[in-house]
């Protein structure tokens, strides 16, 4: 069984550009989080989602930032007009129905912003 | 909201025990977590334990949690220097069960 994967690992975009980031989560698990690790902190909740819904949004920043968990298909964190802030570890993880407490992390996304 | 805090850096003898210690503010928290970070890796579970237990004990790793207290400590006994990494405490907080995370525990391992 393949862990959560995340691709790209390393992405790099300049100012303005938009960054897409995915997530396929582990076979048979239906709920996806994304965090966000910014140099030398630790990890930031972002956004819940289960397939086709959000539940929680409240670490999503209000503007440029939106998430999806589509029916087919992996999860997308899309960030528009990226800003140097912007850099950081973005970490996707996944947890089982029944089971949310166990969340199992990807190798994430280490997004540049130039 | 839940703040969770840890110490920033420990540094252990090869054989020795590692002990990482935790708090965090949120009594309603119901599952709290270690994971750990090695360099340019995602975050790898270690264990958890449920806020009604005192203590979970897997192999090498002993959970302690003070409920009164808000304390939950990592003992990591005849510490290798494969376990130098990030640790990381987090605990689960409200009904969408996200994870609010400490800044992380350097774990140095000295031969």
């Known amino acids: 069984n393949a862990g959560v994967m995340q691709n790209p690992r390393h992405l790099v975009r300049r100012r303005g550009q938009e960054a897409r980031l995915r997530c396929s989560p582990m076979?048979?698990?239906?709920?996806v989080y994304w965090y966000r690790q910014l140099p030398e902190e630790g990890l930031k909740f972002m956004v819940y989602?289960?397939?086709?819904?959000?539940?929680?949004e409240s670490g999503m920043p209000k503007e440029r930032f939106s998430a999806e968990f589509p029916k087919e298909g992996p999860s997308i964190l899309r960030i528009q007009q990226v800003v140097r802030g912007d850099s950081a570890a973005y970490f996707c993880?996944?947890?089982?129905?029944?089971?949310?407490?166990?969340?199992?992390f990807g190798p994430g996304t280490r997004l540049l912003v130039l | 909201g839940e703040d969770v805090e840890q110490s920033l850096f420990l540094s252990v003898r090869e054989g020795d025990s590692s002990v990482i210690n935790c708090t965090y503010t949120?009594?309603?928290?119901?599952?709290l977590y270690w994971y750990k970070q090695e360099p340019g890796a995602g975050l790898q579970l270690l264990t958890y334990i449920f806020s009604n237990m005192d203590m979970k004990q897997d192999q090498r790793l002993t959970v302690l949690l003070n409920k009164k207290d808000k304390h939950l400590s990592l003992r990591i006994a005849d510490t290798q220097t494969g376990d130098s990494a990030i640790y990381f405490c987090a605990a689960e907080t409200g009904t969408a069960s996200k994870l609010t995370f400490g800044t992380g525990t350097r774990l140095q391992v000295t031969l």
């Open positions: 989602l289960q397939k086709e819904n959000i539940i929680d």
């Open positions: 993880a996944s947890s089982p129905p029944g089971l949310k407490e166990t969340q199992y």
């Open positions: 949120d009594s309603s928290s119901t599952y």
């Open positions: 076979k048979g698990h239906s709920h």
